[in-house]
């Protein structure tokens, strides 16, 4: 079993900063793939950016790509994602997911592949 505990999220003005934390825990946690999606209002969760713990691989959304980067600290076991230039599109629910069985040289984009998921943490971005 994998436990993800999210933080960081809040109401930002548009073009400003926040970074968002993913606290990991679980006997399997160190072989899982980890991600950060998003669901608003009215559309479908979204595959925002993923990361291996050995940070030999990450990959973006093209809506975030040049905006967001994701890291990992595997000592603290924490997934981070910092968002730059915020939009008003990317206000959201933000979720931390851990998938145990990711691909080798590449990432699940679709949420149901992803079998842990965190309790979510609002980012609102003003206008």
């Known amino acids: 079993q994998v436990q993800l505990v999210e933080s960081g999220g809040g109401l930002v003005l548009a073009v400003g900063s926040l970074r968002l934390s993913c606290a990991a825990s679980g006997r399997t946690v160190s072989s899982c793939a980890m991600a950060w999606f998003r669901h608003a209002p009215g559309k479908e969760r979204e595959f925002v950016a993923a990361?291996?713990?050995?940070?030999?691989?990450?990959y973006y959304a093209d809506s975030v790509k040049g905006r967001f980067t994701i890291s990992r600290d595997s000592a603290k076991n924490t997934v981070y994602l910092q968002m730059n230039s915020l939009k008003p599109e990317d206000a959201a629910v933000y979720y931390c997911a851990a998938d145990e069985y990711p691909l080798v040289a590449a990432f699940h984009v679709g949420p149901g592949y992803y079998d842990w998921w965190g309790q979510g943490t609002q980012v609102t971005v003003s206008s």
């Open positions: 990361v291996t713990w050995s940070g030999g691989n990450i």
